[in-house]
């Protein structure tokens, strides 16, 4: 049922070998390079005169756990939606994250932490791994059902390099803000995803239609995802800002964001529908698309009012997307979105990146004062305007999307590679390929799996 005995000897082996060998990289690269920072290290934190509880862990690590928890909880039940894919879902979710968040540290410690020979690691080291591994599983979500665990791993060894570069090109070299990645993040994840799937299209890919819809239990267990990436969101955007001031502003305007996106999807539901019945996909996604909106301008002085108005904006373009849009993108664009990133991540960003921009250009030293530093510390030390800090914001999407379209590609490309395991096109969306499933569950399928060799990738 999983495929040919051929097939099934290859799988067998090529995960194990994928896994052992970067964990042994990793392994190696970690002893060599990987060290605590002050804050960590027992011999440099009691050189100095320092109370415990001075320490960043006590301010930090809540939010980190937020963050945590949105990443192996919230963004891996949230896939669970597919009938047949649960456990894949949340398996590969899982995977891939855990391999990310090694990864990550490697080279965003090479870019932002290479001190003296070393990468320096501690609270804000983990919290910027969580948020590539989060960025990584958006762009899962593009390809969810279509592609195994090996060639994930692929992706994802790529994903992060590229993840890395142009947060350190945004962050460093153009000096954009971009607190709750809404380009870092949810733009680069989404089209990252997109490209990936455009390349790796699969034009026989109906054969499967049958398993890609939800069933009731598959839409609970989405609907958890999604109530955890909810509750936690305005941690996941406050995470890395300055304590004070600017972190609670980050966390409010999420709050409120998040509260109007979720009234706009409940109403354009309704709207959208024939009967006037409320569409769980909609409620699952685009209620979360006020977190992804405010990304870059939470820390911004955006007002609660601002937040209200991104958030319900935000809400109805995703609604609307996964209506309208979503459709078009397979039938014109030969874009097929598993999991309809484009609607939560990919517009809710790139709008995030423009209401960014459009409210740094209106920053002033009366609306911040002292705070202006913190938030926009060039602008303050008259190295640029405002205006000049916009055009940063907006250059800053636009490399953005070049590294996702073009790293995506690539990645498409390196993920076509003939040795690499794929489920054909009559298997996929199915947890039966690669994991062991109770005999009850395989009874319920809708349709007995062929034996089939892998379709010839276009």
Same mark, same amino acid.
């Given at each position: 049922m999983a495929g040919s005995p051929r097939r099934a000897a290859g799988r067998r082996l090529q995960l194990p070998l994928l896994c052992l060998l970067f964990q042994g990289v990793t392994a190696i690269l970690f002893a060599i390079f990987v060290r605590y920072n002050h804050e960590t290290d027992a011999a440099l934190w009691h050189q100095g005169n320092h109370s415990n509880a001075d320490n960043e862990f006590y301010f930090r690590y809540p939010s980190f756990q937020d963050v945590h928890v949105m990443v192996f909880v919230g963004f891996g039940f949230l896939m669970a939606f597919l009938q047949r894919y649960g456990f894949s879902s949340v398996g590969f979710t899982f995977l891939l994250a855990a391999f990310a968040l090694q990864w990550s540290t490697l080279v965003q410690g090479f870019l932002h932490a290479f001190h003296s020979g070393h990468i320096h690691v501690g609270?804000?080291?983990?919290?910027?791994?969580?948020?590539?591994?989060?960025?990584?599983?958006?762009?899962?979500?593009?390809?969810?059902?279509?592609?195994?665990?090996a060639p994930l791993l692929f992706a994802t060894l790529?994903?992060?390099?590229?993840?890395?570069?142009?947060?350190?090109?945004?962050?460093?070299?153009?000096?954009?803000?971009?607190?709750?990645?809404?380009?870092?993040?949810?733009?680069?994840?989404?089209?990252?995803?997109?490209?990936?799937?455009?390349?790796?299209?699969?034009?026989?890919?109906?054969?499967?239609?049958?398993?890609?819809?939800?069933?009731?239990?598959?839409?609970?267990?989405?609907?958890?995802?999604?109530?955890?990436?909810?509750?936690?969101?305005?941690?996941?955007?406050?995470?890395?800002?300055?304590?004070?001031?600017?972190?609670?502003?980050?966390?409010?305007?999420t709050y409120y964001s998040l509260t109007a996106s979720t009234l706009s999807t409940f109403a354009l539901s309704a709207l959208v529908s024939r009967d006037g019945r409320l569409d769980m996909v909609h409620?699952?996604?685009?209620?979360?698309?006020?977190?992804?909106?405010?990304?870059?301008?939470?820390?911004?002085?955006?007002?609660?009012? !601002? #937040? +209200? $108005? =991104? &958030?319900?904006?935000?809400?109805?373009?995703?609604?609307? *997307?996964?209506?309208?849009?979503? %459709?078009?993108?397979?039938?014109?664009?030969?874009?097929?979105?598993?999991?309809?990133?484009?609607?939560?991540?990919?517009?809710?960003?790139?709008?995030?990146?423009?209401? !960014? #921009? +459009? $409210? =740094? &250009?209106?920053?002033?030293?009366?609306?911040?004062?002292? *705070?202006?530093?913190?938030?926009? %510390?060039?602008?303050?030390?008259?190295?640029?305007s405002?205006?000049?800090?916009?055009?940063?914001?907006?250059?800053?999407?636009?490399?953005?999307?070049?590294?996702?379209?073009?790293?995506?590609s690539l990645g498409g490309l390196l993920l076509k590679l003939p040795f690499l395991d794929y489920p054909?096109?009559?298997?996929?969306?199915?947890?039966?390929?690669?994991w062991e499933v109770p005999e009850e569950h395989e009874d319920k399928a809708q349709e007995p799996l062929r034996v089939e060799e892998p379709d010839t990738q276009a």
């Open positions: 609270m804000e080291s983990m919290i910027n791994a969580d948020f590539c591994a989060g960025a990584v599983l958006i762009s899962l979500g593009a390809v969810l059902g279509k592609t195994g665990p790529l994903e992060v390099v590229l993840f890395g570069i142009n947060e350190f090109v945004l962050l460093r070299v153009l000096g954009v803000k971009d607190a709750g990645g809404s380009m870092t993040i949810h733009t680069f994840g989404a089209y990252f995803g997109l490209a990936l799937s455009r390349v790796l299209y699969r034009p026989q890919l109906e054969k499967s239609r049958h398993r890609q819809g939800s069933v009731y239990h598959s839409d609970l267990f989405a609907m958890i995802g999604t109530i955890f990436l909810w509750v936690f969101w305005p941690s996941f955007n406050s995470a890395p800002t300055a304590l004070g001031d600017e972190q609670l502003r980050t966390a409010l305007n409620i699952q996604n685009a209620a979360l698309a006020g977190g992804v909106v405010v990304g870059t301008s939470s820390e911004m002085m955006l007002t609660p009012f !601002g #937040a +209200l $108005v =991104a &958030g319900f904006l935000a809400g109805t373009v995703s609604t609307l *997307g996964y209506k309208f849009f979503t %459709p078009i993108l397979e039938s014109k664009f030969k874009v097929q979105d598993t999991c309809g990133v484009h609607n939560l991540h990919g517009m809710p960003g790139i709008l995030g990146a423009l209401l !960014g #921009a +459009l $409210v =740094a &250009g209106l920053a002033t030293h009366e609306a911040y004062g002292d *705070g202006l530093r913190d938030v926009f %510390p060039l602008v303050a030390e008259a190295q640029r405002a205006t000049s800090q916009a055009v940063h914001q907006l250059f800053g999407l636009f490399v953005t999307l070049m590294f996702a379209f073009v790293g995506g054909s096109d009559s298997q996929c969306y199915e947890d039966q390929i690669y």
